[in-house]
C-alpha cells in the first residue's frame, strides 16, 4: 500500500479555472447524467422488451434468458480491463469511447432478426450499458471526492434512481406501443450519443491533482492539516484482493445482482401470472426508485458512521424478504408493499457498491479495483434470469425457484455480519 498522495503533473484548464463552483460539483452532474443513461443496457429496461422480443423473434422464454445470462457473463470478463484502462488512461477518453459504442449497439438492437443477433446484443448492451458505462461514471466522480464521497455518491444515487430506474421503464413502456420496440431501442441510442458523448468529452477532468487541487475542493488539504497524513491509503489490486473483506462483500453485492436481476427481468411475467396487468408492474418502479434514492441519499450520509458490514446484511434480509414476497402476490397494494421494499435493498446495495471500494482501497489503482469488483457483481447478475425462465417453463410458475432462492441472502448476512470487517490500514507502502 502506498501512504501518499496521488502524483501529478499541473495542468490548466479555463474550464475549471471559470467555475465558480468546486470542479468535482460538474463531474457529479455528468457522473450522474451516465448513470441514468446506462438505463438502456439495464435489466428494468430491457425487461420492458422480452415480451417482444419472445413473440416477434418467435424464440422461448428460457432461450432469452439463457442469452441474457450468457451475454451478461460474457460482457462481465472485459470490465478488469475497462478498469485498467481507466487508471491508465483517465475516466476521460474511456467514457467517451464506452458511449459511442453503447449507443451504437442501441441503434443495432432496432435491427435484430434472431436468436444470435439478440445474445450479441444483450452481450454488448450488458458490457458496455451496466457494466462500462456505470464503472467509468463512478470512477470519474470519486477521483474528485474523498472525505464527501458518501454524500456525493447519494446525490448521484438519488438521480440515477428517480431518472433512471424511476422513469425509464414507464417510459419505454409507454414508447414501444407508440413506435414499435425496435424504433424505441434506436431512438434510445441516439439519446445517448447526442447527450452523453458531448457532456464526456467537454466536462470530464480525470482527476483534481491534475490541475493543483484536491478532493472535496481543498486546494491545501494537507498543507492546512499541518503534518504529513496522507489525504487516503492506496491498496494496489493484489493488495486488496488478499483481504477477507473484499470477497465477502464482493460475494454479498453479487448475490443481490444475481437475485434482484433474475426478479427485474422477469418482473413483467411474474405480475402477470398473478394476474397484475403490464402497467401495474411498470408502476411499481417508482416506488422502488423514489424508496431506493431516499435510503441511498441517507446511506450516502452514514456509510462513514455505520459498519458497511451491517449495511449489507439489512441489504440481503431485505432481498430475502422481497423473494418472498414476489412468491404470493395478490394484488396492487401488496405489489407496493414489494416495491418499497426492493427501493430499500437497492438504495444500501448501490451506496455500498459507489463508496466501498475507493472508501477502503483508496483512489490510485480504483480502476483496476472496481473493474475486478464489478466483473464478479455482473457476472453475478448473469446467473438470475436463466433459472428464473427454466423454472417458470418446467413449473409453470416462479412460485418454488423464488422461496428456494430467498435462503441465499439469508444465509450470505450472517456471514457478513462475522466476517466482513473494515480492512486494516498500515502506513507506508
Not at 418467435?58 to 485498467?84: H, K
Not at 444483450?122 to 463512478?138: D, E, I, P, T
Not at 466482513?420 to 507502502?429: D, E, I, L, V, Y
Amino acid at each position: 500500500m502506498n501512504g501518499d498522495v496521488l502524483p501529478h503533473e499541473v495542468r490548466h484548464s479555463r474550464l475549471i479555472n471559470a467555475s465558480p463552483v468546486y470542479y468535482g460539483w460538474v463531474i457529479l452532474f455528468v457522473g450522474a447524467v451516465g448513470s441514468i443513461l446506462s438505463s438502456p443496457g439495464q435489466t428494468y429496461v430491457i425487461s420492458v422488451f422480452i415480451d417482444y422480443f419472445i413473440k416477434d423473434l418467435g424464440v422461448d422464454r428460457w432461450l432469452v434468458s439463457t442469452l441474457y445470462t450468457a451475454g451478461t457473463l460474457g460482457g462481465s470478463f472485459a470490465l478488469p480491463f475497462v478498469g485498467r484502462q481507466i487508471d491508465k488512461r483517465g475516466p476521460r477518453l474511456i467514457l467517451g469511447y464506452v458511449c459511442v459504442l453503447f449507443g451504437l449497439t442501441c441503434i443495432g438492437m432496432g435491427y435484430v432478426k434472431g436468436a444470435v443477433g439478440l445474445g450479441l446484443g444483450f452481450f454488448a448492451l450488458r458490457m458496455l450499458g451496466q457494466g462500462s458505462l456505470g464503472l467509468v461514471c463512478k470512477n470519474a466522480i470519486n477521483q474528485w471526492w474523498v472525505r464527501r464521497r458518501g454524500f456525493v455518491m447519494g446525490i448521484a444515487g438519488v438521480a440515477a434512481s428517480l431518472l433512471g430506474s424511476g422513469s425509464f421503464p414507464g417510459l419505454v413502456n409507454w414508447m414501444i406501443p407508440e413506435f414499435g420496440w425496435r424504433t424505441s431501442y434506436i431512438i434510445l441510442g441516439f439519446g445517448v450519443l447526442t447527450i452523453m458523448v458531448p457532456l464526456g468529452a467537454i466536462f470530464i477532468r480525470n482527476r483534481p491533482e491534475d490541475y493543483g487541487l484536491q478532493p472535496d475542493g481543498h486546494a491545501e488539504d494537507n498543507e492546512a492539516k499541518g503534518d504529513d497524513e496522507p489525504l487516503e491509503v492506496n491498496w494496489t489490486l493484489d493488495e486488496a484482493i488478499r483481504t477477507p473483506t473484499f470477497w465477502i462483500v464482493s460475494a454479498s453485492l453479487g448475490s443481490m445482482s444475481a437475485l434482484s436481476t433474475g426478479m427485474t427481468f422477469h418482473f413483467f411475467s411474474i405480475f402477470d401470472d398473478s394476474g397484475l396487468s403490464s402497467s401495474v408492474a411498470a408502476s411499481v418502479f417508482l416506488p422502488i426508485a423514489a424508496v431506493g434514492a431516499s435510503v441511498q441519499f441517507a446511506g450516502g450520509l452514514l456509510i462513514d458512521r455505520i459498519p458497511v458490514r451491517l449495511m449489507v446484511a439489512v441489504a440481503l434480509l431485505l432481498q430475502s424478504t422481497a423473494l418472498v414476497m414476489a412468491s404470493i402476490l395478490t394484488g396492487a397494494e401488496m405489489a407496493l408493499g414489494m416495491g418499497v421494499i426492493m427501493g430499500m435493498r437497492g438504495g444500501l446495495q448501490l451506496i455500498v457498491s459507489s463508496v466501498v471500494w475507493a472508501k477502503f482501497f483508496g483512489r490510485r489503482y480504483l480502476g483496476s479495483i472496481t473493474g475486478v469488483s464489478s466483473t464478479l457483481m455482473v457476472g453475478s447478475s448473469a446467473l438470475g434470469p436463466m433459472p428464473l425462465g427454466v423454472a417458470r417453463d418446467i413449473f409453470g410458475s416462479y412460485h418454488l425457484v423464488l422461496n428456494a432462492f430467498a435462503v441465499i441472502p439469508t444465509i450470505l448476512a450472517v456471514l457478513c455480519l462475522v466476517y466482513a470487517k473494515t480492512p486494516g490500514r498500515k502506513s507506508g507502502p
